[in-house]
């Protein structure tokens, strides 16, 4: 399996334009995670998803932010507008399973750049 | 908000040295990750561990959880420039929708 895609790897965008990132998730894992990662904050749960239907949107900062999962083998993250400070990598990981024992596996992640 | 701190922040040594690193917490967990991430990829899960007390050994690496279930180490064994990278630790919080709770890591550099 070629693990979990993402895509673009970078995205230099200027403020108030519209970003979208893409995820491929590994065939067969039921859920699909969007986690943010920056310096101060470290990784933070955006959204995530089980067989397709968000779980848990709660760690989505604002309105401006949205994802979907059209179908088992897609999901998006719409940025709509980027701000400055939505500068930051974004990952996208999947996982066959549940905690207690999920083994999550992260893509290479979209670094993300708002001027 | 629960908080998982790992200490500490930063660490460069040599290569062949011993290190330890700490993940501590207030709260209870179910179970504990542990990942590292190179630079421009995504974090790698190294173990989980389940078990208060339990130790887990992965080549050079040793990790253990705390009796009580709050706090985790990890030691490298002569440490090699490979191991170069930042270790996560990672929290199942059973009573929070099983969501995990991140530290921010231990920047580790070994240099040759």
């Known amino acids: 399996d070629a693990g979990v895609i993402q895509s673009p790897r970078h995205e230099v965008t200027e403020m108030g334009q519209e970003v979208t990132l893409r995820c491929k998730p590994i065939?067969?894992?039921?859920?699909l995670f969007w986690y943010r990662q920056t310096m101060m904050r470290g990784l933070e749960l955006l959204i995530y998803f089980n067989n397709n239907v968000p779980i848990d949107d709660s760690g989505m900062p604002e309105d401006r932010f949205s994802a979907k999962m059209p179908n088992a083998s897609f999901s998006t993250l719409k940025i709509q507008p980027s701000e400055p400070r939505d500068s930051a990598v974004y990952f996208c990981?999947?996982?066959?399973?549940?905690?207690?024992?999920?083994?999550?596996?992260f893509g290479a992640g979209s670094r993300l750049t708002v001027l | 908000t629960q908080l998982l701190e790992q200490s500490p922040q930063f660490l460069s040594i040599q290569e062949g040295e011993n290190l330890t690193v700490y993940c501590n917490s207030s709260?209870?967990?179910?179970?504990l990750q542990w990942y590292r991430q190179e630079p421009g990829e995504g974090p790698v899960l190294l173990v989980t561990?389940?078990?208060g007390g339990e130790v887990k050994k992965l080549k050079r690496l040793t990790f253990q959880f705390g009796d009580a279930r709050k706090d985790s180490s990890l030691h490298i064994t002569a440490a090699q420039t490979g191991d170069t990278g930042l270790y996560l630790c990672?929290?199942?919080?059973?009573?929070?929708?099983?969501?995990?709770?991140w530290g921010l890591g231990t920047s580790l550099a070994v240099n040759p």
């Open positions: 990981a999947s996982s066959p399973r549940q905690f207690p024992l999920s083994v999550l596996t």
């Open positions: 065939s067969g894992h039921d859920y």
């Open positions: 561990v389940v078990t």
């Open positions: 990672a929290g199942d919080d059973a009573g929070n929708n099983r969501k995990l709770i």
């Open positions: 709260s209870v967990f179910s179970s």
